[in-house]
RNA sequence: GGCAGCAUAGCUCAGCCGGUUAGAGCGACGGUCUCAUAAUCCGUAGGUCCCCAGUUCAAGUCUGGGUGCUGCUACCA
Protein backbone atom coordinates (compact mmCIF):
# COMPACT_ATOMS: atom_id res chain seq x y z
CA UNK A 1 0.00 0.00 0.00
CA UNK A 2 0.62 3.29 -0.34
CA UNK A 3 2.82 5.35 2.00
CA UNK A 4 0.90 8.28 2.91
CA UNK A 5 2.38 11.29 4.79
CA UNK A 6 0.62 14.43 6.13
CA UNK A 7 1.40 17.70 7.90
CA UNK A 8 0.08 19.88 9.85
CA UNK A 9 1.16 23.43 9.87
CA UNK A 10 4.16 23.67 12.73
CA UNK A 11 2.55 26.04 14.77
CA UNK A 12 4.08 29.10 16.04
CA UNK A 13 4.81 29.16 19.64
CA UNK A 14 4.59 32.74 20.79
CA UNK A 15 1.44 31.85 22.78
CA UNK A 16 -0.54 28.36 24.26
CA UNK A 17 -2.20 26.40 21.36
CA UNK A 18 -5.71 28.15 20.57
CA UNK A 19 -8.39 26.60 18.35
CA UNK A 20 -7.19 27.89 15.22
CA UNK A 21 -4.15 25.45 16.03
CA UNK A 22 -5.93 22.50 16.99
CA UNK A 23 -8.81 22.70 14.40
CA UNK A 24 -6.04 21.33 11.34
CA UNK A 25 -4.66 19.32 13.71
CA UNK A 26 -7.82 17.48 14.54
CA UNK A 27 -8.55 17.12 11.16
CA UNK A 28 -5.12 15.65 10.11
CA UNK A 29 -5.30 13.32 12.66
CA UNK A 30 -9.15 12.52 11.13
CA UNK A 31 -7.41 12.25 7.65
CA UNK A 32 -4.36 9.70 8.88
CA UNK A 33 -6.85 7.53 11.00
CA UNK A 34 -8.46 6.84 8.17
CA UNK A 35 -5.42 6.02 5.86
CA UNK A 36 -4.23 3.38 8.38
CA UNK A 37 -7.91 2.30 8.39
CA UNK A 38 -7.07 1.39 5.24
CA UNK A 39 -3.96 0.17 5.78
CA UNK A 40 -1.79 2.25 4.17
CA UNK A 41 1.65 3.19 6.26
CA UNK A 42 0.80 6.51 7.58
CA UNK A 43 2.99 9.13 8.61
CA UNK A 44 1.28 12.05 10.30
CA UNK A 45 3.36 14.96 11.09
CA UNK A 46 3.14 18.39 13.44
CA UNK A 47 5.42 19.91 15.43
CA UNK A 48 6.41 23.68 16.17
CA UNK A 49 8.03 26.79 14.68
CA UNK A 50 9.95 28.23 17.00
CA UNK A 51 12.49 30.78 15.92
CA UNK A 52 12.31 34.84 15.40
CA UNK A 53 12.72 37.94 16.46
CA UNK A 54 8.73 37.23 18.27
CA UNK A 55 9.84 34.34 20.42
CA UNK A 56 12.47 36.15 21.49
CA UNK A 57 11.13 38.99 22.91
CA UNK A 58 8.44 37.26 24.45
CA UNK A 59 10.97 34.64 26.32
CA UNK A 60 12.51 38.04 27.08
CA UNK A 61 9.70 39.64 29.12
CA UNK A 62 8.84 36.60 30.57
CA UNK A 63 12.94 36.42 31.44
CA UNK A 64 13.60 33.38 30.16
CA UNK A 65 15.44 31.76 27.63
CA UNK A 66 14.14 31.30 24.54
CA UNK A 67 14.60 27.89 24.24
CA UNK A 68 12.84 27.78 27.65
CA UNK A 69 10.04 29.30 26.63
CA UNK A 70 9.38 27.08 23.40
CA UNK A 71 10.22 23.88 25.69
CA UNK A 72 6.85 25.00 28.25
CA UNK A 73 5.06 25.88 25.12
CA UNK A 74 5.70 22.51 23.55
CA UNK A 75 4.71 20.67 26.74
CA UNK A 76 1.29 22.56 26.00
CA UNK A 77 1.00 21.16 22.76
CA UNK A 78 1.96 18.09 23.51
CA UNK A 79 -0.87 18.14 26.58
CA UNK A 80 -3.83 19.36 24.20
CA UNK A 81 -2.97 16.86 21.83
CA UNK A 82 -3.19 14.34 24.17
CA UNK A 83 -6.61 15.54 25.37
CA UNK A 84 -7.31 15.55 22.31
CA UNK A 85 -6.39 11.92 20.73
CA UNK A 86 -4.62 13.28 18.29
CA UNK A 87 -1.91 10.32 17.58
CA UNK A 88 1.00 11.75 15.20
CA UNK A 89 4.01 10.27 14.26
CA UNK A 90 6.15 12.93 14.37
CA UNK A 91 6.12 15.81 16.25
CA UNK A 92 8.88 18.42 14.97
CA UNK A 93 10.51 21.56 16.82
CA UNK A 94 12.64 23.97 14.24
CA UNK A 95 14.97 24.40 17.49
CA UNK A 96 15.36 20.51 17.20
CA UNK A 97 19.51 20.41 15.79
CA UNK A 98 19.05 18.10 13.34
CA UNK A 99 16.44 20.59 11.73
CA UNK A 100 19.54 22.88 11.55
CA UNK A 101 21.41 20.27 9.32
CA UNK A 102 18.44 19.66 7.39
CA UNK A 103 17.79 23.66 6.60
CA UNK A 104 21.63 23.94 5.86
CA UNK A 105 21.69 21.11 3.43
CA UNK A 106 19.05 22.56 1.67
CA UNK A 107 20.50 26.09 1.73
CA UNK A 108 23.62 25.01 0.28
CA UNK A 109 21.62 23.11 -2.58
CA UNK A 110 19.60 26.06 -3.30
CA UNK A 111 22.38 28.61 -3.36
CA UNK A 112 24.74 26.23 -5.51
CA UNK A 113 21.63 26.70 -8.02
CA UNK A 114 22.38 30.22 -7.50
CA UNK A 115 18.84 31.25 -6.54
CA UNK A 116 20.44 33.50 -3.23
CA UNK A 117 21.71 36.51 -3.50
CA UNK A 118 22.46 39.36 -0.84
CA UNK A 119 20.62 43.23 -1.19
CA UNK A 120 19.55 45.09 0.63
CA UNK A 121 16.03 46.31 2.41
CA UNK A 122 15.16 48.78 3.73
CA UNK A 123 11.59 50.40 5.21
CA UNK A 124 9.49 49.96 8.06
CA UNK A 125 9.52 47.32 9.95
CA UNK A 126 6.83 45.99 12.64
CA UNK A 127 8.52 43.99 15.42
CA UNK A 128 4.70 42.25 16.15
CA UNK A 129 4.63 41.17 12.42
CA UNK A 130 8.11 40.45 11.86
CA UNK A 131 7.76 42.23 8.44
CA UNK A 132 8.37 44.79 6.76
CA UNK A 133 5.69 47.35 5.48
CA UNK A 134 4.68 49.60 2.74
CA UNK A 135 5.20 52.77 3.80
CA UNK A 136 1.31 53.48 2.32
CA UNK A 137 0.12 51.25 4.25
CA UNK A 138 0.99 52.98 7.66
CA UNK A 139 -1.21 54.23 10.09
CA UNK A 140 0.17 57.81 11.58
CA UNK A 141 3.42 58.01 13.36
CA UNK A 142 4.36 54.78 11.32
CA UNK A 143 2.09 52.65 13.16
CA UNK A 144 1.57 49.71 12.34
CA UNK A 145 -2.29 49.04 10.62
CA UNK A 146 -2.29 45.32 12.81
CA UNK A 147 -0.42 46.73 15.60
CA UNK A 148 -2.22 50.13 16.11
CA UNK A 149 -0.42 50.41 19.34
CA UNK A 150 3.24 49.48 17.93
CA UNK A 151 5.41 51.99 16.30
CA UNK A 152 7.24 50.12 13.41
CA UNK A 153 11.04 50.66 13.24
CA UNK A 154 13.12 52.05 10.39
CA UNK A 155 15.25 49.26 9.21
CA UNK A 156 18.05 49.56 6.85
CA UNK A 157 19.86 45.89 6.53
CA UNK A 158 20.97 43.68 4.55
CA UNK A 159 19.07 41.06 3.45
CA UNK A 160 19.63 36.87 1.40
CA UNK A 161 16.85 36.25 -1.15
CA UNK A 162 15.55 33.80 -2.65
CA UNK A 163 14.98 34.42 -6.22
CA UNK A 164 11.56 33.43 -6.61
CA UNK A 165 11.13 35.22 -9.50
CA UNK A 166 13.14 32.76 -11.78
CA UNK A 167 10.33 30.09 -10.91
CA UNK A 168 7.63 32.46 -12.35
CA UNK A 169 7.26 30.41 -15.26
CA UNK A 170 7.94 26.83 -13.75
CA UNK A 171 5.05 27.64 -11.12
CA UNK A 172 2.76 28.45 -13.72
CA UNK A 173 3.26 25.43 -15.60
CA UNK A 174 3.01 23.29 -12.47
CA UNK A 175 -0.27 24.48 -11.38
CA UNK A 176 -1.60 24.13 -15.09
CA UNK A 177 -0.60 20.49 -14.78
CA UNK A 178 -1.93 19.75 -11.08
CA UNK A 179 -5.37 21.38 -11.45
CA UNK A 180 -5.88 19.81 -8.14
CA UNK A 181 -2.42 20.52 -6.16
CA UNK A 182 -4.52 23.47 -4.50
CA UNK A 183 -7.90 22.68 -2.85
CA UNK A 184 -10.65 23.50 -1.92
CA UNK A 185 -10.90 24.49 -5.80
CA UNK A 186 -12.11 27.81 -5.04
CA UNK A 187 -9.02 29.01 -3.88
CA UNK A 188 -6.62 27.73 -6.29
CA UNK A 189 -8.12 31.49 -8.80
CA UNK A 190 -6.57 33.21 -5.75
CA UNK A 191 -3.23 31.76 -5.89
CA UNK A 192 -3.31 31.56 -9.56
CA UNK A 193 -3.77 35.41 -9.97
CA UNK A 194 -1.42 36.02 -7.77
CA UNK A 195 1.37 34.09 -9.75
CA UNK A 196 -0.28 36.26 -12.95
CA UNK A 197 1.02 39.66 -10.72
CA UNK A 198 4.54 38.60 -11.68
CA UNK A 199 6.31 36.61 -8.56
CA UNK A 200 8.84 39.18 -7.22
CA UNK A 201 11.97 37.72 -4.90
CA UNK A 202 11.41 37.04 -1.11
CA UNK A 203 13.83 37.55 1.61
CA UNK A 204 14.92 34.91 3.25
CA UNK A 205 17.19 35.67 6.33
CA UNK A 206 17.20 38.67 9.22
CA UNK A 207 20.32 40.01 10.39
CA UNK A 208 21.37 40.77 14.00
CA UNK A 209 19.10 37.97 15.13
CA UNK A 210 20.19 35.58 17.41
CA UNK A 211 17.09 33.10 18.11
CA UNK A 212 17.48 31.14 14.98
CA UNK A 213 19.65 28.55 11.98
CA UNK A 214 22.82 30.83 11.13
CA UNK A 215 23.17 30.84 7.30
CA UNK A 216 26.42 28.84 6.80
CA UNK A 217 27.29 31.15 4.33
CA UNK A 218 27.02 34.51 6.44
CA UNK A 219 26.80 33.74 9.92
CA UNK A 220 25.72 37.07 11.12
CA UNK A 221 22.24 35.98 9.12
CA UNK A 222 19.90 34.10 11.01
CA UNK A 223 17.00 31.84 8.36
CA UNK A 224 13.87 34.21 8.18
CA UNK A 225 10.67 31.86 8.25
CA UNK A 226 9.63 30.10 5.46
CA UNK A 227 13.50 28.40 5.08
CA UNK A 228 13.38 27.97 8.37
CA UNK A 229 9.83 26.43 8.94
CA UNK A 230 8.80 25.00 5.84
CA UNK A 231 11.67 22.71 5.65
CA UNK A 232 10.94 21.56 9.26
CA UNK A 233 8.17 19.26 7.31
CA UNK A 234 11.43 17.82 5.57
CA UNK A 235 13.27 17.45 9.24
CA UNK A 236 10.24 15.45 10.53
CA UNK A 237 10.93 12.67 7.89
CA UNK A 238 14.07 11.64 9.45
CA UNK A 239 14.02 8.69 11.79
CA UNK A 240 14.40 9.00 15.08
CA UNK A 241 18.14 7.77 15.14
CA UNK A 242 18.90 8.65 11.80
CA UNK A 243 21.82 10.99 10.51
CA UNK A 244 20.19 14.39 9.61
CA UNK A 245 20.54 14.61 5.79
CA UNK A 246 18.58 14.90 3.28
CA UNK A 247 19.09 11.63 1.41
CA UNK A 248 18.11 10.12 5.23
CA UNK A 249 14.81 13.04 4.69
CA UNK A 250 13.82 11.60 1.94
CA UNK A 251 14.02 8.37 1.40
CA UNK A 252 10.75 6.75 2.92
CA UNK A 253 7.93 9.05 2.87
CA UNK A 254 8.40 11.72 0.73
CA UNK A 255 6.89 13.50 -1.14
CA UNK A 256 3.80 14.73 1.03
CA UNK A 257 0.38 13.29 0.10
CA UNK A 258 -1.39 16.58 1.60
CA UNK A 259 -0.19 19.61 3.93
CA UNK A 260 -3.06 20.75 5.86
CA UNK A 261 -3.16 24.75 6.31
CA UNK A 262 -5.04 27.43 7.21
CA UNK A 263 -6.06 29.76 3.74
CA UNK A 264 -3.96 32.47 5.45
CA UNK A 265 -0.82 30.49 4.54
CA UNK A 266 -1.86 29.10 1.62
CA UNK A 267 -0.17 31.11 -0.85
CA UNK A 268 3.17 29.74 1.22
CA UNK A 269 2.75 26.55 0.08
CA UNK A 270 1.35 27.20 -3.17
CA UNK A 271 4.03 29.29 -4.23
CA UNK A 272 6.85 29.47 -2.18
CA UNK A 273 7.07 25.88 -0.94
CA UNK A 274 6.83 24.89 -4.57
CA UNK A 275 9.65 27.10 -6.11
CA UNK A 276 12.20 25.94 -3.12
CA UNK A 277 11.48 22.15 -3.94
CA UNK A 278 11.52 23.20 -7.14
CA UNK A 279 15.23 24.95 -6.79
CA UNK A 280 16.46 21.84 -4.93
CA UNK A 281 15.28 19.42 -7.62
CA UNK A 282 12.90 17.74 -4.96
CA UNK A 283 9.75 16.35 -5.95
CA UNK A 284 6.82 18.27 -4.82
CA UNK A 285 3.65 16.88 -2.74
CA UNK A 286 0.79 16.02 -4.21
CA UNK A 287 -1.28 19.14 -2.25
CA UNK A 288 -2.12 21.52 -0.06
CA UNK A 289 -5.34 22.09 1.60
CA UNK A 290 -6.30 25.54 2.95
CA UNK A 291 -8.86 25.63 5.44
CA UNK A 292 -11.38 28.27 6.59
CA UNK A 293 -10.97 30.08 9.71
CA UNK A 294 -13.82 29.77 12.63
CA UNK A 295 -15.52 32.63 14.26
CA UNK A 296 -17.96 32.55 17.64
CA UNK A 297 -20.81 33.01 17.53
CA UNK A 298 -20.48 34.69 14.46
CA UNK A 299 -17.64 36.88 15.62
CA UNK A 300 -14.34 36.73 14.47
CA UNK A 301 -12.15 35.72 17.38
CA UNK A 302 -9.46 37.65 18.66
CA UNK A 303 -7.84 38.88 21.89
CA UNK A 304 -8.79 42.07 22.55
CA UNK A 305 -12.49 41.12 22.05
CA UNK A 306 -12.05 38.12 24.45
CA UNK A 307 -14.03 35.78 22.77
CA UNK A 308 -11.94 33.36 21.79
CA UNK A 309 -12.61 29.63 22.17
CA UNK A 310 -10.00 27.84 24.69
CA UNK A 311 -9.63 24.32 23.59
CA UNK A 312 -8.37 23.28 26.74
CA UNK A 313 -11.18 23.96 28.58
CA UNK A 314 -13.92 22.88 25.69
CA UNK A 315 -12.09 19.65 25.42
CA UNK A 316 -12.45 18.94 29.62
CA UNK A 317 -15.70 20.05 29.37
CA UNK A 318 -17.08 17.50 26.33
CA UNK A 319 -14.26 15.51 25.75
CA UNK A 320 -12.41 14.71 22.61
CA UNK A 321 -15.02 13.06 20.58
CA UNK A 322 -17.88 15.52 21.03
CA UNK A 323 -15.21 18.37 20.31
CA UNK A 324 -13.55 16.63 16.99
CA UNK A 325 -17.00 15.62 15.74
CA UNK A 326 -18.31 19.06 16.26
CA UNK A 327 -15.73 20.42 14.29
CA UNK A 328 -15.28 17.96 11.35
CA UNK A 329 -18.98 17.53 10.84
CA UNK A 330 -20.62 20.88 11.64
CA UNK A 331 -18.38 22.87 9.43
CA UNK A 332 -17.10 21.80 6.62
CA UNK A 333 -13.59 22.10 6.05
CA UNK A 334 -12.70 24.17 3.36
CA UNK A 335 -15.00 26.74 3.98
CA UNK A 336 -15.21 29.39 7.12
CA UNK A 337 -17.25 28.00 9.71
CA UNK A 338 -18.57 28.89 13.53
CA UNK A 339 -18.46 27.76 16.42
CA UNK A 340 -21.50 28.48 19.20
CA UNK A 341 -21.92 26.35 22.35
CA UNK A 342 -25.75 26.16 21.68
CA UNK A 343 -25.67 24.70 18.21
CA UNK A 344 -22.47 22.59 19.68
CA UNK A 345 -24.36 20.89 22.67
CA UNK A 346 -27.60 20.66 19.91
CA UNK A 347 -25.42 18.77 17.46
CA UNK A 348 -24.18 16.55 19.57
CA UNK A 349 -27.36 15.63 21.20
CA UNK A 350 -29.03 14.78 17.84
CA UNK A 351 -26.16 12.99 16.04
CA UNK A 352 -24.52 11.13 18.66
CA UNK A 353 -26.73 10.29 21.99
CA UNK A 354 -30.46 10.38 19.81
CA UNK A 355 -29.25 9.04 16.44
CA UNK A 356 -26.95 7.09 16.90
CA UNK A 357 -26.18 6.10 20.23
CA UNK A 358 -29.79 5.63 20.96
CA UNK A 359 -30.10 3.11 17.96
CA UNK A 360 -26.96 1.32 19.60
CA UNK A 361 -28.71 0.77 22.66
CA UNK A 362 -32.45 0.07 21.77
CA UNK A 363 -30.74 -2.43 19.30
CA UNK A 364 -28.46 -4.11 22.00
CA UNK A 365 -31.70 -3.81 24.40
CA UNK A 366 -33.70 -5.69 21.84
CA UNK A 367 -30.94 -8.69 21.10
CA UNK A 368 -30.46 -8.90 24.93
CA UNK A 369 -34.53 -9.39 25.37
CA UNK A 370 -35.07 -11.55 21.71
CA UNK A 371 -31.73 -13.21 20.97
CA UNK A 372 -30.79 -14.40 24.13
CA UNK A 373 -27.97 -11.14 23.94
CA UNK A 374 -26.28 -12.93 21.18
CA UNK A 375 -25.87 -11.74 17.04
CA UNK A 376 -28.68 -13.06 15.37
CA UNK A 377 -28.52 -15.12 12.22
CA UNK A 378 -29.53 -12.87 9.38
CA UNK A 379 -32.10 -15.14 7.77
CA UNK A 380 -34.00 -14.54 4.56
CA UNK A 381 -37.70 -13.27 5.48
CA UNK A 382 -40.95 -11.56 4.15
CA UNK A 383 -39.10 -8.23 5.32
CA UNK A 384 -36.67 -8.75 2.45
CA UNK A 385 -37.96 -5.77 0.74
CA UNK A 386 -37.76 -3.66 3.91
CA UNK A 387 -34.35 -4.88 4.91
CA UNK A 388 -32.23 -4.61 1.64
CA UNK A 389 -31.81 -1.30 0.78
CA UNK A 390 -30.36 -1.11 4.43
CA UNK A 391 -28.09 -3.71 3.48
CA UNK A 392 -27.42 -2.03 -0.19
CA UNK A 393 -26.53 1.40 1.45
CA UNK A 394 -24.58 -0.35 3.73
CA UNK A 395 -22.56 -2.35 1.61
CA UNK A 396 -21.49 0.46 -0.63
CA UNK A 397 -21.35 2.87 2.44
CA UNK A 398 -17.32 2.22 2.77
CA UNK A 399 -16.39 3.12 -0.54
CA UNK A 400 -18.64 6.69 -0.48
CA UNK A 401 -17.35 7.54 2.62
CA UNK A 402 -13.75 6.86 1.40
CA UNK A 403 -14.26 9.52 -1.13
CA UNK A 404 -14.98 12.18 1.19
CA UNK A 405 -12.36 11.25 3.49
CA UNK A 406 -10.09 11.70 0.57
CA UNK A 407 -11.21 14.56 -0.46
CA UNK A 408 -10.88 16.36 3.24
CA UNK A 409 -14.86 16.15 3.33
CA UNK A 410 -15.34 15.16 6.55
CA UNK A 411 -18.97 16.61 6.55
CA UNK A 412 -19.90 14.41 3.89
CA UNK A 413 -18.63 11.91 5.36
CA UNK A 414 -20.57 12.47 8.84
CA UNK A 415 -23.36 13.04 6.96
CA UNK A 416 -23.06 9.85 4.66
CA UNK A 417 -22.86 7.34 8.05
CA UNK A 418 -25.68 9.35 9.58
CA UNK A 419 -27.55 8.34 6.66
CA UNK A 420 -27.71 4.93 7.13
CA UNK A 421 -28.45 5.49 11.05
CA UNK A 422 -31.40 7.43 10.40
CA UNK A 423 -32.62 5.03 7.78
CA UNK A 424 -32.30 2.27 10.59
CA UNK A 425 -34.28 4.29 13.34
CA UNK A 426 -36.85 4.50 10.62
CA UNK A 427 -36.91 1.00 9.93
CA UNK A 428 -37.27 -0.14 13.78
CA UNK A 429 -40.83 2.20 13.88
CA UNK A 430 -41.76 0.65 10.98
CA UNK A 431 -40.61 -3.02 11.83
CA UNK A 432 -41.93 -2.62 15.39
CA UNK A 433 -39.34 -5.89 16.13
CA UNK A 434 -41.52 -6.11 19.85
CA UNK A 435 -44.78 -7.20 18.06
CA UNK A 436 -43.06 -9.50 15.75
CA UNK A 437 -40.97 -11.15 18.93
CA UNK A 438 -44.35 -11.22 20.74
CA UNK A 439 -45.80 -12.46 17.73
CA UNK A 440 -43.49 -15.42 17.83
CA UNK A 441 -41.51 -14.13 14.49
CA UNK A 442 -38.48 -14.99 15.56
CA UNK A 443 -36.30 -15.39 12.08
CA UNK A 444 -37.59 -11.51 11.19
CA UNK A 445 -37.01 -10.60 14.49
CA UNK A 446 -33.08 -11.71 13.67
CA UNK A 447 -33.33 -10.57 10.53
CA UNK A 448 -34.31 -6.97 11.60
CA UNK A 449 -31.76 -7.15 14.51
CA UNK A 450 -28.68 -8.53 12.58
CA UNK A 451 -29.12 -5.60 10.14
CA UNK A 452 -29.24 -2.87 12.71
CA UNK A 453 -26.36 -4.26 14.68
CA UNK A 454 -24.62 -4.33 11.44
CA UNK A 455 -25.36 -1.26 10.34
CA UNK A 456 -24.65 -0.06 14.14
CA UNK A 457 -20.94 -1.46 13.36
CA UNK A 458 -20.24 -0.81 9.94
CA UNK A 459 -21.01 3.09 10.64
CA UNK A 460 -18.71 3.00 14.01
CA UNK A 461 -16.22 1.51 12.04
CA UNK A 462 -16.02 4.26 9.11
CA UNK A 463 -16.28 7.15 12.00
CA UNK A 464 -13.73 6.03 13.96
CA UNK A 465 -11.37 8.13 12.09
CA UNK A 466 -13.55 11.12 13.90
CA UNK A 467 -15.11 9.65 17.05
CA UNK A 468 -12.29 7.19 17.84
CA UNK A 469 -13.10 6.58 21.33
CA UNK A 470 -17.21 6.10 21.04
CA UNK A 471 -16.24 3.69 17.90
CA UNK A 472 -14.21 1.67 20.27
CA UNK A 473 -16.56 1.36 22.88
CA UNK A 474 -19.45 0.48 20.15
CA UNK A 475 -17.15 -2.21 18.84
CA UNK A 476 -16.89 -3.17 22.77
CA UNK A 477 -20.79 -3.44 23.57
CA UNK A 478 -20.91 -5.29 19.80
CA UNK A 479 -18.81 -8.12 21.31
CA UNK A 480 -15.66 -7.22 19.21
CA UNK A 481 -12.59 -5.71 19.88
CA UNK A 482 -11.69 -2.49 17.36
CA UNK A 483 -7.94 -3.33 17.66
CA UNK A 484 -8.22 -6.39 15.48
CA UNK A 485 -10.23 -4.31 12.74
CA UNK A 486 -9.05 -4.93 9.32
CA UNK A 487 -10.28 -2.39 6.51
CA UNK A 488 -11.98 -6.03 5.62
CA UNK A 489 -14.35 -4.22 8.61
CA UNK A 490 -15.84 -1.43 6.18
CA UNK A 491 -17.50 -4.52 4.23
CA UNK A 492 -21.10 -5.41 5.19
CA UNK A 493 -21.72 -8.64 6.73
CA UNK A 494 -18.67 -8.17 9.15
CA UNK A 495 -20.26 -9.08 12.40
CA UNK A 496 -20.66 -12.64 13.00
CA UNK A 497 -23.68 -14.44 14.04
CA UNK A 498 -23.38 -15.77 17.67
CA UNK A 499 -21.50 -13.61 18.95
CA UNK A 500 -22.05 -12.76 22.33
CA UNK A 501 -23.31 -9.24 22.74
CA UNK A 502 -22.81 -6.71 26.20
CA UNK A 503 -25.68 -5.27 27.87
CA UNK A 504 -26.19 -1.98 26.46
CA UNK A 505 -24.83 1.72 28.01
CA UNK A 506 -25.17 4.85 26.54
CA UNK A 507 -22.31 5.47 24.73
CA UNK A 508 -22.43 9.19 24.85
CA UNK A 509 -24.87 10.75 27.42
CA UNK A 510 -27.03 13.72 26.53
CA UNK A 511 -25.29 17.27 27.14
CA UNK A 512 -27.10 19.54 29.05
CA UNK A 513 -27.91 23.39 27.05
CA UNK A 514 -25.25 25.97 28.40
CA UNK A 515 -26.43 28.15 30.71
CA UNK A 516 -26.81 31.52 29.50
C1' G B 1 -9.86 50.91 -6.77
C1' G B 2 -8.89 46.01 -9.50
C1' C B 3 -10.01 40.75 -9.82
C1' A B 4 -12.89 36.48 -7.99
C1' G B 5 -16.79 34.12 -5.45
C1' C B 6 -21.38 33.96 -2.93
C1' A B 7 -26.71 35.52 -1.91
C1' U B 8 -32.32 28.96 -1.42
C1' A B 9 -37.19 27.58 4.86
C1' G B 10 -35.56 30.58 12.02
C1' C B 11 -30.28 28.25 11.70
C1' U B 12 -26.40 25.28 8.66
C1' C B 13 -26.65 24.03 3.91
C1' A B 14 -28.03 20.20 -0.85
C1' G B 15 -29.93 21.33 -5.51
C1' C B 16 -25.46 17.74 -11.78
C1' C B 17 -26.14 18.81 -18.13
C1' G B 18 -32.64 24.45 -17.27
C1' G B 19 -38.38 20.61 -16.97
C1' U B 20 -43.97 17.77 -12.80
C1' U B 21 -46.41 19.99 -6.06
C1' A B 22 -38.15 23.65 -4.37
C1' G B 23 -35.19 19.43 -0.60
C1' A B 24 -32.07 17.55 3.95
C1' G B 25 -30.35 18.09 8.89
C1' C B 26 -30.97 21.06 13.22
C1' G B 27 -34.31 24.15 16.05
C1' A B 28 -39.83 25.10 17.06
C1' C B 29 -44.91 23.31 17.41
C1' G B 30 -48.53 19.18 17.43
C1' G B 31 -49.18 13.89 17.50
C1' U B 32 -47.60 8.50 17.93
C1' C B 33 -45.17 4.09 19.42
C1' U B 34 -42.84 1.82 23.64
C1' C B 35 -37.37 -1.72 21.93
C1' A B 36 -34.37 2.76 23.71
C1' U B 37 -30.33 7.98 26.61
C1' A B 38 -38.17 11.97 28.12
C1' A B 39 -34.69 8.87 22.89
C1' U B 40 -37.49 7.21 18.11
C1' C B 41 -41.13 7.79 14.34
C1' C B 42 -45.04 10.90 11.86
C1' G B 43 -47.11 15.66 10.56
C1' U B 44 -46.72 21.21 10.37
C1' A B 45 -43.01 25.12 8.76
C1' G B 46 -47.36 27.98 3.78
C1' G B 47 -39.85 29.94 1.97
C1' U B 48 -40.81 36.95 -3.28
C1' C B 49 -35.09 30.38 -4.28
C1' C B 50 -31.55 38.93 -3.11
C1' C B 51 -33.94 42.73 -6.92
C1' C B 52 -34.93 44.05 -12.22
C1' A B 53 -34.94 42.78 -17.22
C1' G B 54 -33.94 39.10 -20.99
C1' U B 55 -33.39 34.06 -23.58
C1' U B 56 -36.74 29.72 -23.66
C1' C B 57 -42.52 25.87 -24.57
C1' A B 58 -40.15 25.89 -19.51
C1' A B 59 -35.26 29.21 -14.91
C1' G B 60 -33.58 28.62 -8.13
C1' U B 61 -30.65 26.35 -12.36
C1' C B 62 -28.64 30.28 -18.50
C1' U B 63 -27.56 35.98 -20.10
C1' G B 64 -27.17 41.28 -18.80
C1' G B 65 -27.74 45.02 -15.10
C1' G B 66 -28.44 46.37 -9.86
C1' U B 67 -27.91 45.66 -4.46
C1' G B 68 -25.57 43.23 -0.40
C1' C B 69 -21.74 40.15 1.73
C1' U B 70 -16.98 37.64 1.53
C1' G B 71 -12.14 36.54 -0.28
C1' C B 72 -7.48 37.85 -2.85
C1' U B 73 -4.52 42.12 -4.22
C1' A B 74 3.62 39.72 -1.32
C1' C B 75 7.09 38.71 2.77
C1' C B 76 0.68 37.78 8.27
C1' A B 77 5.04 30.73 10.82
Not at 48 to 73: F, M, S, V, W, Y
Not at 242 to 259: C, D, I, M, R, S
Not at 330 to 345: A, H, L, N, T
Not at 383 to 406: A, E, N
Request: glycine share 6%.
Amino acid sequence: MKPIALTTPLFYVNGLPHIGSAYPTIAADALARFYRLMGHPTLFVTGTDEHGQKIQRTAEQNNLPPQEHCDRIVTEFHHLWNLLDIQFDRFIRTSDPRHTAITREFFQRVYAKGDIYLDRQQGWYCVACEEFKEERDLLADQHCPTHPNLACEWRDEANYFFRLSRYQEAIAAFHDQHPNFIQPEPRRNEVLKFIDQGLRDFSISRINLTWGIPLPIDPQHTLYVWFDALLGYLTALLDPQAEPTLTNALGHWYPFHVHIIGKDILRFHAVYWVAMLLSADLPLPSRVFGHGLLTRDGIKMGKTLGNVIDPFDLVTRYGADAVRYYFLKEIEFGKDGDFSEDRFVAILNADLANTFGNLLNRTLGMAGKYCQQRVPIPHATALDPTLQPLQTLGSSLGDRTQQHYQNLNFRAACDTILDLIRDCNKMVDETTPWKRFKAGQQEEVDAILYTLLESVRLAAYLLSPIIPNLSREIYRQLGLDFQQSTWQHHQWGTLAPNTVLLSPSPIFQRLDPPSP
